[in-house]
């Protein structure tokens, strides 16, 4: 669906992008992570037409934003980090203009009554946009990236100053929207990726360090899969079967109990998806497997690898 090929911005002496590449894919949600001043803004902007490249390409279902920038336009609705609202308009005033402006061609009533419906802003349609709170601001802010039903959703920083409830509520949301659309989240929040995002996308300094599906962020640093595996049994037996499953590099148990079973740490070659191979191996031994799940690298400690090196 996105498509963005050897991007590069400068200002001056400042390199903002240095050959950026990377694409989404029809429904996918990839978050654009990076500290800050890392070129995340830069990119949002040359993607959805704001600023323009010194060099590269950005297609969007095959159209090019420096060839056919209005239907590039047409197909992406983008949230910058501020939404840019009018305070003196009622939320539906507000939304109906930007209907208006980019020449929607659906029923406005019904188009508009939808989107409400999607970001829960129902409740406050009739109020005057300066009397909401922040977080009813960016949902208004995503309702009017909204309009139009674009194809492609670009949301710059979009939990920035909300309190612990309304990230989850807008977290919960951008879950939502992916289902229908490709969405790329540009933001800064480790834990925003991890919740949201099926992949991530890292960038430092203007360059890509990382492309990685969220669950296989490990591999970026060279490693491969972590499993927590709960099991029955003497903890020397189960240590002796889990190191023999073809595809485990390393076992060790953890002390942590839950009556007669243990927790086990087991690492995977990259690469290497070794769970039934476990379920195989402790069910030939009848060792109880009683919980199983991923224990990989976080993505915090992706990141600083990374970005120190």
Not at 104 to 124: F, N, Q, R, Y
Not at 167 to 184: D, F, K, P, W, Y
């Amino acid at each position: 669906m996105i498509e963005v090929k050897g991007l590069s911005k400068r200002y001056g002496k400042v390199v903002a992008l240095d050959g950026v590449t990377f694409s989404a894919s029809d429904g996918e949600i990839v978050g654009l992570l990076g500290p800050n001043g890392a070129g995340k803004s830069t990119a949002m902007n040359i993607i959805t037409g704001y600023l323009s490249a010194d060099s590269g390409t950005v297609t969007v279902d095959g159209a090019s934003i420096s060839d056919e920038p209005e239907k590039v336009k047409r197909l992406v609705g983008y949230l910058p980090e501020i939404p840019p609202l009018y305070p003196d308009m009622k939320v539906s005033e507000y939304l109906s203009f930007v209907c208006d402006l980019k020449k929607c061609s659906v029923p406005k009533a019904a188009h508009l009554d939808e989107i409400a419906k999607v970001t829960k802003i129902t409740g406050v349609w009739d109020r005057l946009i300066a009397n909401l709170s922040k977080g009813y601001r960016q949902r208004v802010g995503i309702a009017s990236a909204l309009v139009g039903d674009p194809k492609v959703l670009i949301f710059d920083e979009p939990t920035v100053g909300l309190d612990p409830g309304q990230i989850i509520e807008t977290r919960s949301l951008l879950r939502r929207l992916g289902r229908r659309h490709t969405v790329i989240l540009s933001t800064h929040i480790l834990s925003e990726v991890e919740a949201v995002c099926d992949r991530v996308v890292i960038i430092d300094r203007g360059r890509i360090i990382a492309n990685e599906k969220t669950g296989d962020i490990s591999s970026a640093v060279g490693g491969g899969r972590r499993y927590a595996v709960k099991v029955c049994g003497q903890t020397g037996e189960i240590l002796n079967v889990l190191r023999a499953v073809d595809g485990v590099t390393s076992v060790e148990v953890t002390g942590e109990r839950d009556l007669d079973a243990y927790v086990y740490m087991v690492d995977s070659e990259r690469g290497r998806d070794v769970r039934r191979a476990i379920f195989s191996a402790c069910a030939e031994r009848r060792l109880p497997i009683i919980g199983m799940e991923s224990a990989g690298v976080s993505l915090e400690e992706v990141f600083m690898k990374l970005t120190e090196k």
